[in-house]
T-cell receptor, first 112, second 114 residues
Framework: DTGVSQDPRHKITKRGQNVTFRCDPI?????LYWYRQTLGQGPEFLTY????????KSRLLSDRFSAERPKGSFSTLEIQRTEQGDSAMYLC??????????FGPGTRLTVT | GENVEQHPSTLSVQEGDSAVIKCTYS??????FPWYKQELGKRPQLIID?????GEKKDQRIAVTLNKTAKHFSLHITETQPEDSAVYFC?????????????FGGGTRVLVKP
């Protein structure tokens, strides 16, 4: 499968714990995006990388959230001190042109 | 920033009929408008897109139209089939932001009744 992959697919954690998600983009894509989707809503932009540089962050991305793309390939999204409001589907997308973005299957986070 | 509104939120059609979903956007600088289909529990899938230098684009049973003056765009699905049942999202790309981040509408749940 040469599409965008994400790991894990599901994560259940207790409030206050830290979690980390991984995204592997389509191999030749230099642009990588993180979005968050809550039930019944469209995805909301969180952050964007071009190669290893994080070029934009949404106001939704509080200081408990951090993302990295150290070698310009895979990316990680970490949430510290999780809260129940963090429960959502975290989607990663990649692109070569910046227009056509291809999504991964997402990581569903449940904070209990 | 960009704001995208999508209507209707739910749409029920008889198999073989047409379905139309409409979106409006607020930022006149946006110039890329994709449509995604998301089946239950699956990833959003890009099904068609249009750029602002084009007024209409068609791909088999789906078509998208864009009215830049009115800042609205629409998805048309003809000869609907049960496998068209899904949630459809429109989006607009904010060109002023780095990387063409997408702003999505709230989604339309389409149910095609056999």
């Amino acid at each position: 499968d040469t599409g965008v992959s994400q790991d894990p697919r599901h994560k259940i954690t207790k409030r206050g714990q830290n979690v980390t998600f991984r995204c592997d983009p389509i191999s030749e894509h230099n642009r990588l995006y993180w979005y968050r989707q809550t039930l019944g809503q469209g995805p909301e932009f969180l952050t964007y990388f071009q190669n290893e540089a994080q070029l934009e962050k949404s106001r939704l991305l509080s200081d408990r959230f951090s993302a990295e793309r150290p070698k310009g390939s895979f990316s990680t999204l970490e949430i510290q001190r999780t809260e129940q409001g963090d429960s959502a589907m975290y989607l990663c997308a990649s692109s070569w042109t910046g227009d056509e973005q291809y999504f991964g299957p997402g990581t569903r986070l449940t904070v209990t | 920033g960009e704001n995208v509104e999508q209507h209707p939120s739910t749409l029920s059609v008889q198999e073989g009929d047409s379905a139309v979903i409409k979106c409006t956007y607020s930022d006149s600088a946006s110039n890329y408008f994709p449509w995604y289909k998301q089946e239950l529990g699956k990833r959003p899938q890009l099904i068609i897109d249009i750029r602002s230098n084009v007024g209409e684009k068609k791909d088999q049973r789906i078509a998208v139209t864009l009215n830049k003056t009115a800042k609205h765009f629409s998805l048309h699905i003809t000869e609907t089939q049960p496998e068209d049942s899904a949630v459809y999202f429109c989006a607009a790309s904010d060109k002023k932001a780095a990387g063409n981040k997408l702003t999505f509408g709230g989604g339309t749940r389409v149910l095609v009744k056999p």
